[in-house]
């Protein structure tokens, strides 16, 4: 196995995570959150997203927690803005990084964003203009990258085609996302080969939710072709609005173990994130989601 | 990737797993669940365990099961017996093959069975030598093969050490298991290694646990060396005795999901192996321990 020696790990626990909650989570708990997990050594968040209240109600307080939070010299503060609306409401919140939110499916862009593919990529177009004017990062998610609710398989070409269409108006980093979960490690792998006809290997990440339990395959199987950068979710926040019931992101836990057990470096404190997750868990009255945190806080509580 | 083209999956549900569950579960529905799973097209079965019902009341049925199975031809059913004594008890059910259970670390063997490693292997000898003689196949279980909840992590070194002492007696066939979970795939990778110096990669299985979310990463790399046979669990059904709360063998349901997935044969109907698992689990008055399982049943409940 040819592995890489360091990995980056992105916690979406705050946006990603939290947006597909039930519940309503003040303010000051995301912010709470989001101190455990640059304590605990995330040096990237995915804090929160600029959107409509009335579609996100969940992500209303966006300026609010972006003003709450203890900036840790070296972590970056990443935000979702879909459009220019988005944009310029995250500005003052100086994020580090902006996320904007493709799909590799004409279905699930329809239904997810209203519009179609290409037509997200114009929406998008100014956003990356403005952005990179003012030295701020961008992120273009590709989501549905092997699968999608509506039309089931996605083909590698179509993650190759948007791939293309995201670098075209300069977005510098992509995520290939397994939104609903159903990938396996070929499949995966094909996706990951035709982001790389269009990106470095450095400005490539993986986005694995755990719906059908595959999520650390999938990584192990990104990672052995030398993808070094992952989203994941403390705790397993999230869920997938399109699958009732359904897991949502790998849980940070799970992969720190596996990585650090394969003697890859994180720059993560184990049982410092175990906390992270264990707050928000007991926030939202839960367990955590994640099979590594159950174990550890079982092995705590003897 | 090189990895094979068939997989031939083990259901050790009935025995590992439900000898783990506090609950009674009647002879009856252990015959309901070895039905079901054989229709859902598993040709290996691990049934019960010819023990003394003083230390394992849950396997006190063992004659009974046994005797209640309808047997579909082309399917192995495999029992344990740790001695001579369950041997001679277990002869009559006309096993297919019988498992003798040893562990690579002292600690554990001393634990688990009263006596060293050596000592374990010298009660094994007869017994293996009578299953031989009625041409009954002989599996050995290495347990703890690279954790263990007494000593740690556990060397390579001694998983070949165990499986030397096996090969020594007439074991036919290993499987390299980590009953805690704890191992990561290049531990994993680092143990299939040392058993692979004593034994051919069509002797060997992998047997893992699912406590820190780790199986299917294991089972993957372990793919990728040629492995072809694992220990699943329908259901994910049972826990480790010496880790309260956690998750015991991974689910056969999320195995076979990413086998299917990556083009890889196993025969199995995984539809019908899902109904195996929800069948035993509402017995059980629970839901499946098994991601997969959990997805697919969602979506038909819409």
Same mark, same amino acid.
């Given at each position: 196995?040819?592995?890489?020696?360091?990995?980056?790990?992105?916690?979406?626990?705050?946006?990603?995570?939290?947006?597909?909650? =039930?519940?309503?989570?003040?303010?000051?708990?995301?912010?709470?959150?989001?101190?455990?997990?640059?304590?605990?050594?995330?040096?990237?968040?995915?804090?929160?997203?600029?959107?409509?209240?009335?579609?996100?109600?969940?992500?209303?307080?966006?300026?609010?927690?972006?003003?709450?939070?203890?900036?840790?010299?070296?972590?970056?503060?990443?935000?979702? *803005?879909?459009?220019?609306?988005?944009?310029?409401?995250?500005?003052?919140?100086?994020?580090?990084?902006?996320?904007?939110?493709?799909?590799?499916?004409?279905?699930?862009?329809?239904?997810?964003?209203?519009?179609? &593919?290409?037509?997200? &990529?114009?929406?998008?177009?100014?956003? /990356?203009?403005? #952005?990179r004017? !003012?030295? &701020?990062?961008?992120?273009g998610?590709?989501?549905?990258?092997?699968?999608?609710?509506?039309?089931?398989?996605?083909?590698?070409?179509?993650?190759?085609?948007?791939?293309?269409?995201?670098?075209?108006?300069?977005v510098?980093? &992509?995520?290939?996302?397994?939104?609903?979960?159903?990938? *396996?490690?070929? =499949?995966v792998?094909?996706?990951?080969? #035709?982001?790389? =006809?269009?990106?470095?290997?450095d400005?490539?990440?993986? !986005?694995? !939710?755990?719906?059908?339990? +595959?999520?650390?395959?999938?990584?192990?199987?990104?990672?052995?072709?030398?993808?070094?950068?992952?989203?994941?979710s403390?705790?397993?926040?999230?869920?997938? $609005?399109?699958? =009732?019931?359904?897991?949502g992101?790998?849980?940070?836990?799970?992969?720190?173990?596996?990585? !650090?057990?394969?003697?890859?470096?994180?720059?993560?404190?184990?049982?410092?994130? /175990?906390?992270?997750?264990?707050?928000?868990?007991?926030?939202? +009255?839960?367990? $955590?989601?994640?099979?590594?945190?159950?174990?550890?806080?079982?092995?705590? #509580?003897?």
């Amino acid at each position: 196995m040819q592995l890489p020696s360091k990995v980056k790990l992105v916690d979406v626990g705050p946006r990603d995570g939290l947006q597909n909650e =039930k519940g309503a989570v003040p303010a000051e708990v995301k912010i709470g959150l989001v101190h455990r997990l640059q304590d605990a050594g995330l040096t990237e968040i995915e804090v929160t997203s600029f959107v409509s209240p009335k579609w996100v109600p969940q992500m209303a307080d966006a300026v609010e927690v972006m003003a709450g939070i203890q900036r840790k010299p070296g972590v970056r503060y990443s935000v979702l *803005t879909p459009n220019m609306k988005g944009f310029e409401a995250a500005l003052p919140s100086k994020p580090d990084e902006i996320v904007v939110f493709g799909a590799a499916s004409e279905a699930f862009s329809q239904k997810n964003i209203n519009c179609s &593919i290409d037509e997200s &990529i114009e929406r998008f177009r100014p956003v /990356v203009e403005a #952005a990179r004017k !003012h030295g &701020i990062t961008v992120r273009g998610a590709i989501s549905c990258a092997v699968g999608c609710p509506y039309e089931g398989e996605v083909a590698p070409e179509r993650v190759g085609h948007v791939a293309r269409l995201m670098k075209d108006i300069g977005v510098q980093h &992509i995520g290939v996302a397994d939104t609903i979960g159903v990938g *396996t490690p070929r =499949k995966v792998q094909a996706a990951m080969e #035709a982001a790389l =006809k269009h990106y470095d290997i450095d400005a490539i990440s993986g !986005h694995f !939710h755990d719906t059908y339990g +595959q999520a650390l395959g999938n990584t192990l199987a990104s990672l052995e072709m030398g993808i070094w950068q992952y989203d994941t979710s403390s705790a397993g926040l999230g869920g997938c $609005p399109y699958a =009732k019931g359904a897991t949502g992101n790998v849980a940070t836990e799970d992969v720190v173990y596996m990585l !650090h057990g394969m003697g890859i470096q994180t720059g993560i404190d184990l049982d410092k994130l /175990v906390d992270a997750g264990k707050y928000i868990s007991d926030f939202l +009255q839960r367990k $955590p989601n994640s099979r590594a945190s159950t174990a550890i806080l079982n092995k705590r #509580a003897g």
